[in-house]
């Protein structure tokens, strides 16, 4: 992180801090804070700007020192945070002096005495870094409801998996100049994008919704009243030598359904309906062939 990087960001840390402060007890310095002073922070952050960072990130960009700037959408958003508009605005508001400059000036100049060799090892170490956030395409709302499952594919190595964080969002480092990864979720179809470095800037990607969960899930959380209909309605939906799995809390077991016992199973209207969540399932020829879902 440059200099004048890391003078904002810090200010802008301090300042974070002093807002909290004014509403709740906590440490002065951020980088102390703990487990109920972040939780209190995420909630406050949240009833303000309607937004969180994960504790993840916190340790990351709070209690250490970080590498780099947070991305822009967090930098705004902590900016709004403390009473700005955005994160230029509150740069605009604290300017970087000469004065700041010159007490950097002297940890800037062996910059200028590396030799050739140092430059041409470092743009060869450059990492380029990838950063994509998931919106459903019909309802154009970041999808936040539950992880999506993030598998980079690898040139002559095995693929790398990786879930969305809170904000349904999924960064990646690689030399590489593309990155091909294949990105899956319970409520929406499955898809392999593929982009570029040069075409990458914080991309929003789209994921159509996957009818068939989505019908199960209306299935198991709606009010359905014509039971009759529910029942013909799903046995069109489900393949008739179905696999369906049943997972249980803590890995304590699984229980094989028939289509017909899972029929059974959502078509008596009992408050345990409501509890039912799709974990995972696969289509052959417009049928459900294979369903995996828990009880919460």
Not at 83 to 95: L, S, Y
Not at 171 to 177: H, N
Not at 271 to 280: G, N, P, Q, T
Request: charge should be positive; hydrophobic fraction near 40%.
């Amino acid at each position: 992180m440059n200099p004048e990087h890391s003078y904002h960001f810090n200010l802008l840390k301090q300042t974070v801090a002093t807002t909290f402060l004014q509403h709740y007890s906590a440490p002065n310095a951020i980088e102390e804070w703990k487990g109920e002073d972040i939780v209190a922070f995420q909630e406050d952050l949240f009833s303000k700007v309607k937004a969180k960072v994960s504790e993840k990130w916190f340790y990351t960009y709070f209690k250490n020192e970080p590498e780099k700037l947070p991305r822009i959408d967090m930098l705004n958003l902590l900016s709004l945070y403390v009473g700005f508009n955005n994160w230029h605005a509150f740069k605009e508001a604290h300017v970087f002096s000469n004065s700041t400059k010159k007490k950097n000036k002297k940890q800037l100049y062996w910059l200028t005495a590396l030799p050739i060799i140092m430059l041409i090892f470092y743009s060869k170490s450059l990492k380029n870094e990838f950063h994509f956030c998931f919106v459903d395409e019909i309802k154009n709302e970041a999808i936040t409801r539950i992880p999506l499952d993030i598998k980079v594919l690898q040139n002559g190595e095995s693929p790398l998996h990786f879930k969305t964080d809170s904000l349904g969002c999924f960064e990646f480092t690689t030399k590489e100049k593309t990155i091909t990864f294949v990105v899956q979720s319970p409520y929406h179809k499955t898809d392999t994008i593929v982009r570029s470095i040069d075409s990458n800037k914080n991309q929003t990607v789209k994921l159509a919704p996957d009818d068939y969960a989505l019908m199960l899930h209306y299935y198991t959380n709606g009010n359905i009243k014509d039971w009759s209909t529910h029942k013909t309605q799903l046995n069109n939906l489900i393949a008739d030598n179905a696999k369906i799995y049943q997972l249980f809390a803590n890995n304590i077991g699984i229980e094989l359904y028939t289509k017909d016992k899972f029929i059974r199973t959502l078509t008596i209207p009992t408050s345990s309906l409501k509890s039912i969540e799709i974990l995972d399932k696969r289509l052959v020829n417009g049928k459900i062939v294979m369903l995996k879902f828990i009880v919460k």
